[in-house]
């Protein structure tokens, strides 16, 4: 085993930030230096978030004072904006960048500004940024300097739909996707809408009119087919803490294919994704706290539709874990590094 | 006021039992003289269910003990296959019956048993039984001996295609549903599967292949269209203990109709039916405890996807509280007697 | 029946606020003129809170035009030291008042103003105050011009010692109070530590040093016992909405008495308050969304330790119901009018 | 690194099989050969739990087929009177044998009768059992042949009174708990009581009169004590799935000792065991998943009364974890081998 390499982390008081630090705690090649928060600096983490006593002895610092130039790798666990406006410094200086908010996923940076109502001044980084699906772009990922950490929905809800439009057998026009997020996807932010008492023992959808998350989804999924993709996709708020669970619809062109057969042929190298046995339903508590994707694929009794389930911890591969994944493709390491617990359940 | 109204409820120790009980509890009308549990003879309703104390004074007794030759009504609330065998005896004494089992809801007996592997035996019931969604079905319910109040699922299903089938709006051959229930919908039975250690904090989907609220659902559907209907549904279970969210897709005919308009003109005088103002999305919180179902429809942005949002609790307007709404109506009482208290919130 | 009286609520976004108007739409003599917040002012109050769709056609207004000087009772659902500020105006002009906050709950004025770092300014005021659990000050409670509810916490711990103490059983000098609450007792605030993410599926307990409950139960007890009290209470926050459980100890003086008939003999015309079975153990979901406290006694073999069970929903019996217990009593109504619906189980 | 020790699992089909199976996977020297499941023969154990999918390839096999004899070391995840029958003839045959029931907590093997309304039958080898709580016991844990690994809530009361005891700071006549765990506590079966619908949302005390712990805890606090131990001692149900927070109350004898001090010096050199800063509160969740036990000691004002606050994973510390805790102490490798990742948090 060689010597540890060197990161820092950007915006440390997030759920996707301690999840960074407790995954770092299992990886035996990665060194958080740094983690900075301005609100917090001069606080110990371990004070924010107790789970970390005895894993982490660092307390948050203001960026300026955090040494970032001399990390190789910087995470970014920020909201939008911030990376697109301090990336740019530190890839200068040779820092190779991860980057787990939205600032440098879509590459049509005016889409970008409509969705976010940011100016994107980046738009040359947002063009070389790769978005950092290791299922998709493995190759990419392993040279990049910067990458663009899919989001959570996004991540579910593309490796569903991936076999299904790479072989062409879906109409990629009516797709349709109904997924729910557990409350961690909505940040450790004050917001009366996210209290316990707001949405414990309910469920509810939003954003049906359209969501931030569509974009990157309907530009990832075009990238995956011949044929133009158009996605109607709702996302719900169930009351738990984490896990996405996106339910997936399409029109078969083709009824006589093995779906099962496709999905764990696509799959079977893929250390990240695990296609369940013909039959099953996966719990989004069988990837709590995983690097993991678990997918079923079924078509309903007699008729043209097929149905994908697919799960993932949203902090987990949606988010700190798929950063780490893209980490260890970056840095020559075997992909699942620090990514293999086991879930735990119950 | 008039006097009460007698009734027996056979199958009182599931949670739709309790949920009669309950709300019978806030009903000037109705008087509850017997429930009945085979296994429970003998036992007093409020140490079962310990918010009935003070409220009912009753004990279980064997069905055979329970004089329900003498009641006016007698509810069935228990599992399939018992209103089967009960109810011809008790429809011949004069007594007026209401099902909430899924025994009647089916016109073709083959179909039924299909899917509840077990003889019917009573095909000329099946023929008779008026289906009990007031909305649709309303005058025939006020003369009818026999209700097969729909299940839990169906009622969210059919309430929000209901105004864009009757009004030919949307294609009806590739309907999709994605439903969530909480757990009350299992109902009251000892099964590792419901622990709260199973399914807390997660969330799955189950019965792809098939459930068998599908026949039932598409049922009620046709009778709404003029076109032929299939449907695509897919029930998932919520880490909650009452309610039914369900997301409705249906590709628009025509776009330029006002959707909105349209679900509040139709909905208009419907007591038990709430459209939510334009934008609005329904928490299943919103009807907990309630006899109401709450919708709210959508055409997101660029596409011609009409989205339904339908949310009721799966308890009352799904089983116990519509079964009160057919008995107010089968009585010539106001609809929502005992029905309209407002839903717990927090 | 007659007519209506005329209320009137200062304060209305939080929870105490909207289950005033849940129980108030089940109240057959209570009508609701006026629902402040300055905040919120022009908003209807059903846009905020959708349970009470329906039921409720107010909207918000600022204090000053809300005419609350034309109600006969006014309701403050506010944080503290709003009703000592706003209340004195209201009396003078013969509206009575009932407080759901605590500015007139402790006698000592200093004591209150060291808790909750304010001047109180009205001391007589306090004095005046009649502290409104009608199990021990019914009669004064009907005279009343000012109640001060009591607490939650306070509420459960009172009843649950009361026999107890009334009967000079126990060694009040040593009491001690676990209790739990749900997380509605923090409030309708935008919090991070009341998120469902930082709350949900955990316990702990918080202000063991002290906590601004603990000088108005002892305030309570000590009026209940012929000997000084003193009392250790723990809270703690349970993942839950609603309830209140609090776990009680004492070390009885004679241990020959019937605790079981004493309890039963205290309470026996106490319509708020339900002494369960011998050996009985009571749950918060009980007594969800009611005005009753459920109380269980035992004692541990072969220890000269009392224990008592008491639960109550806090935002009911602990706030809003009590509130209106209060009102009824000052009104001369039946004690439980719109207090008596049975509690949603499951 | 040496190779493998060979283990073996009775019962594990439970909480706590499954518990050692995923703590098995990050565990570098444990390699569990077998386990086992009457009632599950032929399964592969990742079907009923889709959590270790990848992580174990072993199926339940009947006891007798499985080889225990030819194990280093079996562990015992079974209900009461199953290691007492068949741990002998494995002790016999030279394998060491880690019991994580109850059958060899107590030396009085007619209290255990009483306890467990069973014959005892093997009164020497509950002598000679080992108690294994390390931070007593760790010496003759080392070389002991059979471990009986504590119950959940003695491990986190015996942990939370040990240093008052051990220094002769408290009355130990008259010692307090006031105990909450989550339902894996009550373990996988299927009982009505612990469907999520029973007890989410909801809280009570249960088994006020006598708990199977109790005698456990009084023999544990005993053996740490020079004056006579009496414990009330009342569990509760809390609606989460993992976790116990034990709330302790005792008198001191003496109230100028620095609390602080003493826990922190008791524990310093405890892996196991974490000692808050000063007027920290702990949470259940910060210990989810790990082998800890977070402790806080307080003293609230004006009392000469002690509350200390105690937190474990009940299925890690109070369970699984701790078996291996014991584990790697019989096999001498560093005492939380395996046993290091952080909380999931949140």
Redesign the interface.
Known sequence: MSGKIRAGIVGGTG?TG?ELL?LA??HPRLEVRAITSRAEAGLRVDRL???????CELAFQAPEDAGLEDCEVVFFATPHAVALASAPRLLAAGVRVIDLSADFRLRDVAVWEKWYAHPHGAPELAAQAVYGLPEVNRAAIASARLVAVPGCYPTAVQLGFLPLLEAGLVDSS?L?A?A?S???GAG?????D?????????????G???HRHLPEIEQGLQQLSATPV?L???P?L??????I?A?L?A?LNDCTVDLQALFEARYRNEPAV?V?PA????????????NLC?L?V?R??D?D?V?V?S?IDNLVKGAAGQALQNFNIMFGLPEQTGLD??????
């Open positions: 759920y301690v407790r705690a299992l978030f107790p789970n970390l006593r005895g894993h009516r349709i109904s729910a557990g409350v961690s450790r932010q004050a917001k009366v996210n209290l316990l008492t707001e949405v414990h023992d309910s469920l509810k959808a939003y049906v009119a359209g158009q109607t996709f709702v719900h169930a009351p738990m803490i984490r896990g669970h339910t619809f029109t695990d369940l039959g099953e339903h996966p719990q989004t508590r069988s990837v709590r706290g995983t678990r079923a079924h309903p009794v008729r539709t149905v389930l799960v617990a086991p879930a735990l359940l119950p």
